[in-house]
Protein backbone atom coordinates (compact mmCIF):
# COMPACT_ATOMS: atom_id res chain seq x y z
CA UNK A 1 0.00 0.00 0.00
CA UNK A 2 1.74 3.82 -0.68
CA UNK A 3 1.42 5.91 1.60
CA UNK A 4 2.43 9.42 1.80
CA UNK A 5 3.49 11.37 4.98
CA UNK A 6 3.94 15.36 4.88
CA UNK A 7 5.77 17.36 7.46
CA UNK A 8 6.83 20.63 7.61
CA UNK A 9 4.24 22.25 7.81
CA UNK A 10 3.53 25.30 11.14
CA UNK A 11 3.28 28.63 11.93
CA UNK A 12 5.42 31.32 10.59
CA UNK A 13 5.09 35.32 9.82
CA UNK A 14 4.65 37.35 6.56
CA UNK A 15 7.96 37.04 4.30
CA UNK A 16 9.15 33.88 6.28
CA UNK A 17 10.24 30.58 4.71
CA UNK A 18 9.03 26.76 5.02
CA UNK A 19 10.07 23.63 3.51
CA UNK A 20 7.33 20.63 3.58
CA UNK A 21 8.59 17.20 3.00
CA UNK A 22 6.56 14.42 1.88
CA UNK A 23 8.16 10.75 2.60
CA UNK A 24 6.79 8.09 0.32
CA UNK A 25 6.20 4.66 1.59
CA UNK A 26 7.51 2.42 -1.86
CA UNK A 27 9.58 3.03 -4.69
CA UNK A 28 6.97 5.70 -6.61
CA UNK A 29 8.46 8.97 -6.13
CA UNK A 30 10.85 7.79 -9.94
CA UNK A 31 7.77 6.55 -11.20
CA UNK A 32 5.22 8.89 -10.72
CA UNK A 33 4.41 12.34 -11.35
CA UNK A 34 4.07 14.25 -7.91
CA UNK A 35 1.98 17.02 -7.05
CA UNK A 36 1.21 19.87 -4.26
CA UNK A 37 -2.25 21.20 -3.46
CA UNK A 38 -3.94 22.85 -0.55
CA UNK A 39 -6.99 23.96 0.45
CA UNK A 40 -8.11 26.87 2.98
CA UNK A 41 -11.04 26.67 5.08
CA UNK A 42 -14.20 27.11 3.24
CA UNK A 43 -12.28 26.97 -0.22
CA UNK A 44 -12.20 23.98 -3.01
CA UNK A 45 -8.39 21.68 -3.36
CA UNK A 46 -5.98 24.54 -5.22
CA UNK A 47 -3.26 23.36 -7.38
CA UNK A 48 0.58 24.72 -6.24
CA UNK A 49 2.94 22.81 -8.25
CA UNK A 50 3.27 20.06 -10.01
CA UNK A 51 6.73 17.66 -11.88
CA UNK A 52 6.45 14.55 -13.90
CA UNK A 53 7.92 11.50 -13.00
CA UNK A 54 11.03 12.07 -14.98
CA UNK A 55 12.28 15.31 -13.54
CA UNK A 56 11.94 18.56 -15.29
CA UNK A 57 10.95 21.60 -14.77
CA UNK A 58 8.00 21.82 -12.37
CA UNK A 59 4.96 23.89 -13.20
CA UNK A 60 3.58 26.10 -10.74
CA UNK A 61 0.46 27.66 -9.84
CA UNK A 62 0.83 31.90 -10.79
CA UNK A 63 -0.06 32.60 -7.18
CA UNK A 64 2.98 30.74 -5.88
CA UNK A 65 5.55 30.56 -8.98
CA UNK A 66 8.95 32.78 -8.24
CA UNK A 67 8.23 31.84 -4.47
CA UNK A 68 7.92 28.07 -4.20
CA UNK A 69 10.13 25.51 -5.40
CA UNK A 70 9.29 21.86 -5.74
CA UNK A 71 11.75 19.57 -5.74
CA UNK A 72 12.68 15.32 -5.50
CA UNK A 73 14.58 12.90 -4.32
CA UNK A 74 14.15 9.98 -5.32
CA UNK A 75 17.20 8.32 -3.42
CA UNK A 76 14.80 9.06 -0.56
CA UNK A 77 11.44 8.77 -2.00
CA UNK A 78 10.71 12.41 -1.05
CA UNK A 79 9.64 15.20 -2.45
CA UNK A 80 10.01 18.79 -1.06
CA UNK A 81 8.13 22.51 -1.47
CA UNK A 82 10.46 25.04 -0.46
CA UNK A 83 8.10 28.14 0.33
CA UNK A 84 9.67 31.37 0.46
CA UNK A 85 8.36 34.81 0.79
CA UNK A 86 4.90 33.55 2.51
CA UNK A 87 2.07 35.77 2.30
CA UNK A 88 -0.94 35.96 4.38
CA UNK A 89 -3.29 33.99 1.55
CA UNK A 90 -1.14 31.12 1.49
CA UNK A 91 -2.69 29.35 5.01
CA UNK A 92 -4.19 26.12 4.20
CA UNK A 93 -3.66 22.83 4.67
CA UNK A 94 -0.94 21.33 1.93
CA UNK A 95 -1.43 18.16 0.55
CA UNK A 96 1.26 16.33 -1.43
CA UNK A 97 -0.13 13.51 -4.07
CA UNK A 98 1.20 11.04 -6.62
CA UNK A 99 -0.29 10.25 -10.15
CA UNK A 100 0.59 7.02 -11.79
CA UNK A 101 0.01 9.62 -14.95
CA UNK A 102 3.34 10.13 -15.12
CA UNK A 103 3.03 13.99 -16.72
CA UNK A 104 2.08 15.61 -13.82
CA UNK A 105 -1.54 17.53 -13.94
CA UNK A 106 -2.76 20.59 -12.09
CA UNK A 107 -6.26 18.64 -11.46
CA UNK A 108 -6.28 17.02 -8.32
CA UNK A 109 -8.73 14.28 -10.40
CA UNK A 110 -5.07 13.17 -11.82
CA UNK A 111 -3.47 11.90 -8.34
CA UNK A 112 -4.42 8.43 -6.88
CA UNK A 113 -2.64 8.75 -4.02
CA UNK A 114 -3.28 11.44 -1.22
CA UNK A 115 -1.09 12.86 2.39
CA UNK A 116 -2.64 12.94 5.21
CA UNK A 117 -1.89 17.39 4.82
CA UNK A 118 0.49 19.80 7.01
CA UNK A 119 -0.65 22.95 8.44
CA UNK A 120 0.53 26.35 6.95
CA UNK A 121 -0.28 29.23 8.95
CA UNK A 122 1.36 32.87 7.90
CA UNK A 123 0.66 35.88 10.66
CA UNK A 124 0.74 39.06 9.11
Known amino acids: QIQLVESGGGLVQAGDSLRLSCAAS????????AGWFRQAPGKGREFVAT????????SYAASVKGRFTFSRDNAKNTVYLQMNSLKVEDPAVYYC????WGSGSTSSRAYAYWGQGTQVTVSS
Open 26 to 33: GDIVSTHA
Open 97 to 100: AASP
Open 51 to 58: ISWSGGTP
